[in-house]
């Protein structure tokens, strides 16, 4: 499941230092009509991964906590330096192939995002910068091992959701033969405590 960053904001309370929010939604929550089914505004600070997770022995919960900031994150870093997020596409600053300089470069003669530069052709290869070949293979071959990560994280996520279920079922299958065993009658002599 992919991220969807619709929006950032700022809450000033008094007293408080001020909260940057997130407004976001699963790339699935989009009806056929485009309009968003279902959508989330959580604190920026409450998603970024700790160190350290309790609880967590096979990190499955940590994967699926850095999985959910890798895609918010690059939209973060762009809005907090005032710059605008591109319609479609991977930001060039969440992409760390490229330096500030280069960005700055690259988006001078239109290039913004990392499928842009990977979709350059060699005729629109300018003079931007001397490594521009080198720096549209990377960018290609960060296209082409996008969909493991993404697929990777997904089953991560499956993984821990079908671990939750396992437990869950053999607590029930527990509960389950204890209320057998109880009801279910004795057969031979009774215990000594109760014969007497």
Not at 42 to 61: A, F, M, W
Not at 154 to 180: C, F, G, I, T, Y
Request: hydrophobic residues 35%; glycine residues 8%; aromatic residues 6%.
């Amino acid at each position: 499941m992919g991220i969807r960053v619709i929006e950032f904001k700022t809450e000033y309370r008094i007293g408080r230092d001020p909260a940057d929010w997130v407004h976001y939604s699963g790339s699935d929550a989009i009806s056929e009509n485009g309009q968003l089914s279902s959508s989330t505004w959580e604190r920026v600070s409450k998603l970024r991964p700790p160190e350290q997770l309790e609880n967590d022995p096979d990190g499955l919960k940590m994967a699926a906590l850095r999985y959910i900031w890798g895609q918010i994150e690059p939209h973060y870093t762009a809005w907090k330096a005032g710059e605008t997020l591109p319609d479609s596409g991977t930001p060039l600053a969440a992409w760390g192939g490229v330096t500030a300089s280069q960005i700055a470069a690259l988006k001078g003669v239109g290039i913004k995002t990392i499928e842009d530069m990977a979709g350059l052709s060699d005729s629109n290869m300018k003079n931007v910068l001397p490594n521009m070949r080198e720096l549209r293979t990377l960018a290609r071959q960060w296209i082409d091992r996008r969909p493991d990560a993404e697929r990777d994280a997904e089953m991560a996520e499956l993984k821990a959701k079908n671990e939750a279920m396992m437990e869950m079922l053999a607590e029930l299958k527990a509960e389950r033969s204890a209320e057998v065993d109880a009801d279910k009658p004795r057969r031979g002599r009774p215990p000594k405590a109760e014969a007497a």
